[in-house]
């Protein structure tokens, strides 16, 4: 009689368990589940079991090790650590790492960015006169004003304004630099900042800093930004009214105009979060962010949400992975759009909230699709760029 009795309290620990890993995973986990999952990994044999549920439900290649249980186990702990740190101490100011995603509706004001007219396969710069230089990514050359000054350095996949030999302007200009989908590119500003730049991006930058004033640049797509620290001239993102302000930081910004959300993702330091018509950070309006935080601005409500996350997904793209840890298929076709410059329906909607774990780095698409296909069975075909998905 006891040990049937044992039997169903293990049986309902099992279902608790599963219940509160999916949770976590998917991000949705309260602080009270939080505490009860710790407890429940505190067993070396439950978080075999975590690594068991994980692998046969979610994990698109089984020959991958991005699960590791103990790994996780040291995350919860230290989630639950900085909860406890917040009560005492709500924000900690230091240099910041971060990722940001900053969805920003269907279009972007005019003054701050244009498109040019040039194929869009071609990596771009406009420079402030009008002018478009197409950039390949093998070349080398330098660029200049309309007075033929060098005011930057082309070589292969990176652009540098910080050079010894290149002329600053006497006022404030802007370049524009667009990356098409499919690529990606690097951009070492006049103050030493170094820019990723994602594809299907573009950013809007002065070709110099001024003197004793913030250093602003103007986003839509996705980049990485590892900031020169400067407290007299703090460095701001800015796109559609909603603004990112740090001193000295790496961090990550997503801009898409066909995604609605904004979101910011800290990973060591503090950022300050703001969303208005101006960027002067007025305190009533403005959020705080500490290590290992996500920030979801809705654009529609212009509500803000913010949950504890693993940042290593936000900047696996940096070094050309592709990583996503239990993301819905509706999320991961876009990311596979824009990465391999294709378009993919999907006609098979019960797959969109499908979750998968799934690495990828050097694969090509028809290896990135049959990988999925082992884990959740679908049918594809391929015309040329497009990619429609059916029921298996």
């Known amino acids: 009689m006891w040990t049937c009795y044992m039997g169903v309290i293990d049986v309902f620990y099992m279902i608790l368990l599963k219940k509160l890993v999916i949770k976590y995973l998917s991000g949705q986990i309260t602080e009270k589940e939080l505490l009860t999952l710790e407890s429940l990994l505190s067993d070396a044999a439950n978080r075999e079991e975590f690594r068991k549920y994980v692998e046969d439900h979610y994990l698109v290649n089984k020959t991958l090790t991005i699960l590791d249980p103990e790994k996780e186990y040291t995350t919860i702990l230290h989630r639950i650590n900085i909860k406890k740190k917040k009560r005492i101490q709500v924000f900690y100011r230091a240099a910041a790492i971060l990722v940001i995603v900053l969805g920003i509706g269907l279009y972007m004001k005019l003054s701050v960015l244009s498109r040019p007219d040039i194929s869009p396969d071609t990596i771009t710069i406009k420079l402030h006169d009008g002018k478009i230089?197409?950039?390949?990514?093998?070349?080398?050359?330098?660029?200049?004003?309309?007075?033929?000054?060098?005011?930057?350095?082309?070589?292969?996949?990176?652009?540098?304004?910080?050079?010894?030999?290149?002329?600053?302007?006497?006022?404030?200009?802007?370049?524009?630099?667009?990356?098409?989908?499919?690529?990606?590119?690097?951009?070492?500003l006049e103050d030493g900042t170094k820019v990723s730049l994602n594809a299907g991006?573009?950013?809007?930058?002065?070709?110099?800093?001024?003197?004793?004033?913030?250093?602003?640049?103007?986003?839509?797509?996705?980049?990485?930004?590892?900031?020169?620290?400067?407290?007299?001239?703090?460095?701001?993102?800015?796109?559609?009214?909603?603004?990112?302000?740090?001193?000295?930081?790496?961090?990550?910004?997503?801009?898409?105009?066909?995604?609605?959300?904004?979101?910011?993702?800290?990973?060591?330091?503090?950022?300050?979060?703001?969303?208005?018509?101006?960027?002067?950070?007025?305190?009533?309006?403005?959020?705080?962010?500490?290590?290992?935080?996500?920030?979801?601005?809705?654009?529609?409500?212009?509500s803000i949400r913010v949950k504890d996350v693993d940042t290593a997904e936000y900047i696996a793209w940096v070094d050309g992975v592709l990583l996503f840890k239990i993301r819905p298929f509706s999320e991961i076709i876009r990311v596979l759009e824009r990465h391999y410059n294709v378009q993919i329906t999907n006609r098979y909607k019960e797959l969109g909230n499908k979750r998968f774990f799934a690495k990828f780095d050097v694969e090509s698409i028809e290896e990135v699709l049959r990988s999925f296909q082992r884990s959740e069975p679908f049918s594809y075909q391929i015309n040329g760029d497009h990619i429609i998905i059916d029921k298996p």
């Open 133 to 188: 230089k197409k950039l390949s990514e093998e070349g080398v050359s330098n660029i200049l004003d309309k007075e033929g000054n060098t005011i930057a350095r082309h070589d292969g996949n990176i652009i540098n304004y910080r050079s010894d030999d290149t002329v600053s302007p006497q006022k404030t200009v802007y370049n524009e630099l667009s990356v098409p989908f499919g690529k990606k590119f690097r951009l070492l």
């Open 201 to 302: 991006s573009r950013l809007k930058f002065p070709v110099a800093f001024t003197k004793n004033e913030p250093r602003e640049v103007f986003l839509e797509g996705e980049a990485f930004f590892d900031v020169v620290k400067d407290r007299q001239r703090p460095f701001m993102v800015n796109s559609n009214g909603f603004h990112v302000r740090v001193l000295g930081t790496k961090f990550n910004v997503n801009s898409y105009t066909e995604d609605q959300s904004i979101s910011t993702v800290l990973v060591e330091g503090v950022v300050e979060l703001h969303h208005d018509s101006e960027n002067n950070f007025p305190k009533d309006n403005m959020i705080k962010l500490s290590p290992g935080e996500l920030a979801v601005y809705n654009r529609n409500d212009r």
